[in-house]
C-alpha cells in the first residue's frame, strides 16, 4: 500500500508546481488564474504549462498572470500582455492565423504534393514500360534472342 501512495505522489509532482505563496485569495481569480495558465507554455520545458512547471520562468509567467488578473485585466487582455511580451510560442494551442497559418497548412500542402509527384512518377513510369513491351522485335532480332536463350 505504501508503495501504491509513493508511486501516485511522485506522477502527481507537477500538481505541486504552483507554489502557497503565489495563489490567490479571492478563489474566483485564482480558477481563472489556473484555467488561463494551463493555456500557457512553460518557455524552459516546452510541452508543459506553466501551470505544471517548476521551472523558475514559469513561476515568474505565473505571478505575472496573477498580477495581471488581479489589476483587473480580462482573460484575453491578460493572455494578450503575456503574448506581446513572449510571443505566440507561449500559447499551447497557437492560433491558426496570420503567418502561423502558413505553417498549418505547410503539412498538408506538401502530402498533396508529394503525391502527385508520386503518381505523376507512376503514370510516367507505366507508360514507359507499355512502350517497350509494345514495341516489335524485327526477324533479326527475333533469330538473334532464339540464339541467346538456346546457348
Known amino acids: 500500500m505504501k508503495r501504491i501512495v509513493l508511486i501516485v505522489m511522485m506522477f502527481a509532482t507537477p500538481v505541486f508546481a504552483v507554489q502557497p505563496d503565489e495563489v490567490l485569495d479571492d478563489p474566483v481569480l485564482e480558477q481563472r488564474a489556473r484555467d488561463l495558465s494551463a493555456g500557457l507554455r512553460c ?24 498580477e495581471r488578473l488581479v489589476a483587473g485585466d480580462t482573460d484575453e487582455q491578460a493572455i494578450a500582455f503575456i503574448v506581446d511580451r513572449y510571443g505566440e510560442y507561449v500559447l499551447l494551442k497557437p492560433t491558426a492565423s496570420g503567418s502561423n497559418l502558413f505553417l498549418w497548412l505547410a503539412g498538408p500542402i506538401m502530402l498533396l504534393i508529394a503525391a502527385a509527384v508520386g503518381l505523376s512518377f507512376l503514370r510516367t513510369r507505366s507508360k514507359a514500360r ?22
Open 43 to 66: 518557455l524552459v520545458c516546452r510541452n508543459e504549462s506553466i501551470d505544471e512547471s517548476n521551472a523558475d520562468l514559469a513561476r515568474d509567467l505565473r505571478v505575472l498572470l496573477r
Open 130 to 151: 507499355a512502350s517497350v513491351d509494345s514495341a516489335a522485335l524485327s526477324e533479326d532480332e527475333k533469330e538473334r534472342l532464339r540464339q541467346i536463350l538456346e546457348d
